[in-house]
């Protein structure tokens, strides 16, 4: 049963000598093999950080952030350096400022190049009326300037000349069915109440760039424009000459800086007397012996490990497996982590998906266009992410969708097996009643291992009650099967029938008086072995419709050239929209018979995902001979 299980663990307690601290420390974290924890220990007092700490995290910010502005360059792998050189580094390093420095310039040429837009956009709107911007700070005299639609704007300037306010109003087109506005009032008279609520924009009129009339704005704009663009273009080539000598170095520097600050910051987690520190965290039990042995070579056997008890504290759960079967565990975890005191079902479902996506899809065609598709997004989607997992799990099930589709000599609806070796498995069509009967089988089977499952949690976890209700439910599915099966269909003899079918009535009542709040799930003994059959539903729904796409539409060049490109176009797309048909419901329906039908029975999940104090060095290499 250990393939049923995530990693053993046991919890362990480092105590050391504190001189050692930083080289435990730096060992620790590059055996990666600890999942720190805070100790409970009351008479001891906390640990903080490292007094450097602040030191490497303001490093860490200043590097991460000037990388952020270069051009990416290939990385050359660099030896880790010790952490006192790594912040002198940083410090000396001036391309930092001066990367900095070029940026915050061109964001401030940005901005001066908005605010040269906008001036030049307003003196656009007012060329040729005879008004000079840098006149409009008269004492006695305000000017506004507003956007608007056609039907605003001849509104505004028919209340100002209704209300008789001494001003002057300038029209002028700004687009199409837009116009703009500029007024020039008398200060004495406000014309706030004349525009207010009215679907208006007003133009800032205050811009240090409007000076002068509106074709010598409009000038200084394009000459000011050239020479941005100037300064602009010579910032890009300093910045990109800084990323070809620079990246590399700082990108190094800044794995370093990351690896030396969660150093710094993991004895927050400790706890301490004046001379001695203390660790605790979980390890996987087959490195006891390795923890034990480096922890004495690092610190001239000065350091103790005892193995502690747990005190009710819920392991965390870690897996081992080859690395193109992980992405299952991805899915699993995605769903919910599963606990490490219970049966971990990721093999089964390793097994089972496969087997349902191929019975669904069944077709060589589909299951090669389903390879090719999966392929393309994991060479374009983050391997830590989502979709690139989901794509490779997809990609092993579309292997199995090409082992359904020859066993059943299916190739895009065609029967070509007999041009590559004289053999089919079995029919779609001939063999549908033993289909589905190998379904169902399937899906009892299946649902009697969740609920066996189930019962090893609950006994496990000192629900005998519980424990015994899925055992008794597993009679009722088992022998209730045998007991239909008998009845109905004369697959057993009528003593074993009935003797199946009492056996089953009376697990029936007991799981209901067993399982107390779960006896409302009782009928889901029934109902989700037999929703297996959506295998045979499915996977027999995508035959007949590529048959008779085949049928309907296989273009033949005696019809004419015009006949057999349209009836191509028409046979191509229709066997697209029935695979990807095919595909969406393989997927969904064999996670849905995985995830609700088979983990309901037993899965409690919400565990806590094994952690390990340690870091993925991509860019730097460890000098230590310690570790």
Do not use: C
Not at 387 to 407: D, P
Not at 567 to 590: C, D, H, K, R, S
């Amino acid at each position: 049963m250990y393939v049923l299980r995530t990693e053993p663990m046991q919890k362990v307690r480092i105590i050391s000598i504190e001189r050692d601290k930083s080289t435990v420390i730096a060992a620790l974290h590059a055996m990666g093999a600890i999942d720190l924890r805070k100790t409970h220990i009351d008479n001891l007092q906390d640990d903080k950080p490292a007094d450097y700490a602040n030191d490497l995290s303001d490093a860490l910010i200043k590097v991460s952030g000037a990388l952020q502005l270069l051009t990416s360059h290939p990385v050359r792998v660099a030896h880790h350096i010790r952490r006192e050189k790594i912040i002198d580094e940083v410090g000396k390093h001036r391309e930092l400022d001066t990367i900095y420095a070029l940026d915050a310039e061109r964001k401030s040429i940005s901005d001066e190049v908005r605010s040269l837009n906008y001036a030049a956009g307003i003196a656009t709107y007012f060329r040729g009326i005879g008004i000079d911007f840098s006149r409009m700070a008269g004492s006695h005299i305000g000017y506004k300037a507003f956007e608007s639609d056609k039907k605003s704007a001849y509104e505004i300037k028919r209340r100002i000349e209704n209300a008789k306010v001494h001003s002057e109003v300038h029209m002028a087109k700004a687009g199409k069915k837009r116009y703009a506005l500029l007024i020039a009032y008398d200060k004495s008279k406000p014309i706030e109440d004349i525009y207010r609520g009215m679907p208006v924009i007003e133009l800032d009129l205050t811009s240090k760039y409007l000076s002068g009339t509106p074709e010598k704005v409009i000038q200084n704009s394009l000459e000011k424009a050239k020479e941005n663009s100037r300064r602009l273009a010579e910032i890009s080539k300093e910045m990109l000459e800084i990323s070809r000598r620079h990246y590399s170095d700082l990108t190094n520097l800044k794995e370093m800086l990351e690896i030396e600050l969660e150093r710094a910051e993991a004895s927050s987690n400790f706890k301490r007397t004046e001379s001695t520190f203390v660790i605790e965290g979980w390890v996987q039990k087959r490195q006891v012996g390795e923890l034990r042995s480096r922890m004495a070579s690092v610190t001239d056997g000065h350091a103790s490990i005892e193995l502690i008890d747990s005190g009710g504290e819920l392991a965390p759960t870690h897996t081992r497996r080859p690395k193109f079967l992980q992405p299952f565990d991805y899915m699993v975890n995605f769903y919910s982590v599963p606990r490490s005191d219970e049966i971990d079902p990721t093999w089964i479902f390793i097994i089972s998906f496969p087997i349902f996506y191929g019975l669904m899809v069944t077709d060589v065609g589909y299951g090669l266009a389903s390879l090719i598709m999966a392929t393309l997004i994991t060479k374009r989607t983050d391997p830590d992410g989502l979709m690139y997992n989901a794509a490779k799990i997809w990609q092993l099930n579309s292997v199995a969708a090409m082992i359904f589709g020859f066993l059943s000599n299916e190739w895009f609806g065609f029967q070509l097996n007999q041009y590559i070796a004289p053999f089919q498995g079995f029919s779609w069509f001939k063999d549908t009643p033993a289909l589905i009967a190998i379904t169902v089988i399937f899906g009892v089977v299946q649902v009697i291992l969740g609920l066996g499952i189930g019962a090893i949690n609950a006994r496990s976890h000192g629900h005998k009650k519980m424990a015994i209700a899925k055992v008794t439910s597993m009679l009722v599915v088992g022998l209730g099967t045998v007991a239909v099966a008998g009845a109905f269909f004369g697959a057993f003899n009528a003593l074993i029938t009935e003797i199946s079918g009492a056996i089953a009535i009376v697990s029936l009542l007991l799981t209901g008086i067993l399982s107390g709040t779960e006896a409302t799930e009782i009928t889901n003994l029934i109902t989700h072995p037999m929703s297996y059959a959506r295998l045979m539903g499915f996977g027999l729904g995508s035959v007949i419709i590529a048959y008779l796409i085949d049928m309907a539409f296989t273009p033949h060049l005696s019809s004419g050239i015009v006949i057999f490109v349209l009836y191509m176009i028409i046979f191509v797309v229709l066997q697209f929209l029935n695979m990807t048909l095919a595909i969406f419901e393989g997927i969904v329906q064999g996670v849905r018979l995985n995830f609700v039908e088979f983990f309901s029975k037993f899965y409690i999940g919400n565990g806590i995902r094994f952690r390990p104090f340690g870091y993925k060095r991509v860019y730097t290499k460890d000098n230590s001979k310690n570790w």
